[in-house]
């Protein structure tokens, strides 16, 4: 079993910065993706930032130039920097990782509890 735990969260002023961590634990036998996704109420989760096993980096357009996803030194560890904030980033804010566990076949898809982000304007 692997677990996704976020933290990092919280109320900040527009303008101002906040950073996300996420840790993945468990039986890991490799990971594929870390990602970071966002949903907001009344609408979808949509997909904000992630990175492959290679570092290969892709933003959504609304927060290129303004976040940062990166990983850990121990490659199961994800990192969003999360600057320039506006009221419109606030949501909560979820890791997804795409996972592969010692003994299963493939890679699955595990998801973090979420962490509230809120930018009072």
């Known amino acids: 079993q692997v677990q996704l735990v976020e933290s990092g969260g919280g109320l900040v002023q527009a303008g101002g910065s906040l950073r996300l961590s996420c840790a993945a634990s468990?039986?890991?036998?490799?990971?594929?993706?870390m990602d970071w996704y966002r949903q907001a109420p009344g609408k979808q989760r949509e997909l904000v930032a992630s990175?492959?096993?290679?570092?290969?980096?892709n933003y959504a357009d609304s927060v290129k130039g303004r976040f940062t996803i990166s990983r850990g030194n121990a490659q199961n560890t994800v990192y969003l920097q999360m600057n320039s904030l506006k009221s419109e980033d606030s949501a909560v804010y979820y890791c997804?990782?795409?996972?592969?566990?010692?003994?299963?076949?493939?890679?699955?898809?595990?998801w973090g509890q979420g962490t509230q982000v809120t930018v009072s304007s």
């Open positions: 990175i492959i096993s290679g570092g290969t980096t």
């Open positions: 468990g039986s890991i036998f490799s990971i594929s993706a």
């Open positions: 997804h990782g795409l996972i592969r566990s010692y003994g299963v076949f493939g890679a699955v898809d595990y």
